[in-house]
């Protein structure tokens, strides 16, 4: 049987749980793993600060794509994209496809998509 909508089901608000893990997600798998997996280079000290392997137009880059993929994926937005407006649905998509994945992609340094995409299972995929 399928779900009733009624206008107090439409402006029920969700929590902003996607959002906000979607933010500390992509900010602490940034600032932790990027030093951490520079270190792993061949001529790298002991001790590697993301300041050290990652420019700072770079972080700029990332912070921006992972806020506003938090911000896309929160409350108001979520819920009129799923819910209420197909207008809505289409500009949370290419909100995503055009403007998130090239800010992340311009985030991550060379070396570290290099290192990456070095597995044997990812050059066969």
Same mark, same amino acid.
Do not use: C, I
């Given at each position: @049987?399928?779900?009733? @909508?009624? #206008?107090?089901?439409?402006?029920? #608000?969700?929590?902003?749980? $996607?959002?906000?893990? @979607?933010?500390?997600?992509? %900010?602490?798998?940034?600032?932790? $793993?990027? =030093? ?18 990652? =420019? ?14 938090? /911000? ?18 289409? %500009?949370?998509? %290419?909100? %995503?496809?055009? /403007?998130?994945?090239?800010? +992340?992609? +311009? ?5 570290? /998509?290099?290192?990456?995409?070095? $597995? ?6």
């Amino acid at each position: @049987m399928a779900a009733l @909508m009624t #206008p107090s089901s439409l402006v029920a #608000p969700v929590p902003p749980y $996607g959002g906000v893990v @979607m933010l500390a997600l992509g %900010l602490g798998a940034y600032w932790f $793993g990027l =030093p951490r997996l520079g270190r792993g280079l061949a001529a790298s000290p002991s001790k590697v600060r993301l300041g050290d392997v990652v =420019p700072f137009r770079r972080r700029l880059a990332w912070v921006a794509g992972v806020v506003l993929a938090a /911000v896309d994926e929160s409350w108001p937005v979520v819920d009129l994209a799923r819910r209420v407006s197909l207008v809505a649905y289409l %500009l949370h998509n %290419l909100l %995503l496809v055009l /403007v998130v994945v090239p800010l +992340l992609l +311009l985030g991550l340094p060379a070396w570290a /998509v290099f290192r990456l995409t070095e $597995g044997r299972l990812t050059d066969a995929l």
